[in-house]
């Protein structure tokens, strides 16, 4: 997920601006059952760092690690997940909104980014 967020910031370095305001801020992203999440420093440049899941920050999100993965490329509606209670959002919600914003303007495709060979077709997750 890392190597993703740093393809993703450098292929798309645009979707940062939905950062204005919110620079220097965190938002950390825990996947259930791991023992290790990821802090989102909002940019530009924007930057990743693995870490704790206790660790604080200005806003959470937390849910399975299938669901996060499936929200970052966009399979996922975010507010359908979030009004399920499939990801739970906690902390300040514009610091949430603008990653999940900048995230959709990048277009992410997860497998291309996570994988080094473009030619890998994209699975099901």
């Not at 370095?13 to 909002?42: H, N, S, W």
């Not at 996060?68 to 399920?84: I, N, Q, T, V, Y």
């Amino acid at each position: 997920m890392s190597a993703a967020y740093h393809r993703a910031a450098r292929a798309r370095p645009e979707a940062a601006r939905r950062f204005k305001g919110l620079e220097g801020r965190q938002c950390l992203i825990a996947p259930q059952g791991l023992p290790v999440a990821f802090c989102v420093t909002l940019g530009p440049p924007w930057h990743i760092q693995v870490t704790s899941p206790s660790e604080s920050a200005d806003a959470a999100i937390r849910g399975p690690l299938r669901q996060l993965l499936r929200l970052m490329d966009g399979s996922e509606d975010a507010d359908a997940a979030f009004f399920a209670r499939s990801v739970q959002v906690e902390g300040n919600l514009a610091v949430a909104t603008a990653l999940r914003h900048a995230l959709e303007d990048a277009e992410l495709d997860l497998w291309r980014f996570a994988v080094p060979f473009a030619h890998v077709r994209k699975r099901q997750v």
